[in-house]
């Protein structure tokens, strides 16, 4: 369920990152990681599909310290335009999890592959099922607890037939409770939106442990408002 794929964070961005080159062996740095990453089959074009169109696309997406991505470029393309354009769309729905020097979130830089394939799409990867991807993983946040949303939908939007996704980025503390929550993404509906951000503050996680210690983080949430349940 996509309301619950949050948090999950991969190793070896930090790789594509300037505040590796200009960290001291001294400084405590943390990679980034991807705090949400879209289904790239969600993005495929059916035009694409009915034609046969498949490939790589390499995007470089730049982000701000709280993660935000304010350009994205192709680094890479597949060799089909729609594709490429399908990538560029899904990439800016990427929040990243910045790295960090000495705790502080540093803006940054990475490249996001977004495969297409005939094979695959609309369903997980082959080194996704078989668990390939587990060793590339930094340790991730476990939800524990969320608001139904049936009890935050606002009554109101649900007479005037408001539905959509909203997407909030919350912060929280090492011990899992949520510090922040702002609305990343709207889901088109002021109300839904103010109510998501709402239910942010109410969030449960478990931190993830890097040594055997919590970490503090940061991570997107989707919030689906859907009165077809």
């Known amino acids: 369920m996509r309301r619950r794929q949050l948090l999950t964070a ?23 990681g991807y705090a949400y990453k879209p289904n790239f089959s969600e993005y495929y074009p059916p035009e694409s599909r009915d034609a046969g169109e498949q490939g790589m696309v390499k995007v470089r997406i730049c982000f701000d310290v709280k993660g935000r991505v304010h350009t994205a470029n192709i680094d890479e393309s597949s060799g089909f335009e729609r594709l490429d354009q399908a990538a560029l769309r899904a990439s800016r729905d990427v929040v990243v999890k910045p790295g960090t020097v000495n705790r502080i979130p540093q803006e940054g830089c990475v490249i996001v592959p977004a495969k297409f394939s005939l094979l695959e799409a609309g369903e997980r990867s082959k080194d996704s099922a078989s668990g390939g991807e587990q060793q590339n993983k930094t340790p991730t946040a476990e939800l524990t607890y969320m608001p139904d949303i049936m009890r935050i939908y606002p009554s109101e939007s649900r007479k005037k037939g408001e539905e959509g996704t909203a997407i ?23 109300k839904l939106d103010a109510a998501a951000v709402r239910a942010g503050h109410k969030f449960r996680l478990k931190p993830p442990k890097v040594d055997g210690a919590a970490h503090e983080g940061c991570g997107a949430i989707p919030l689906k408002f859907s009165q077809d349940r």
């Open 10 to 32: 991969m190793a070896g961005l930090a790789g594509a990152m300037t505040i590796a080159q200009a960290a001291s062996q001294q400084d405590v740095i943390t990679p980034a």
């Open 168 to 190: 909030v980025l919350v912060c929280y503390n090492s011990k899992g409770k949520v510090i922040s929550s702002e609305l990343y993404s709207s889901s088109g509906f002021e």
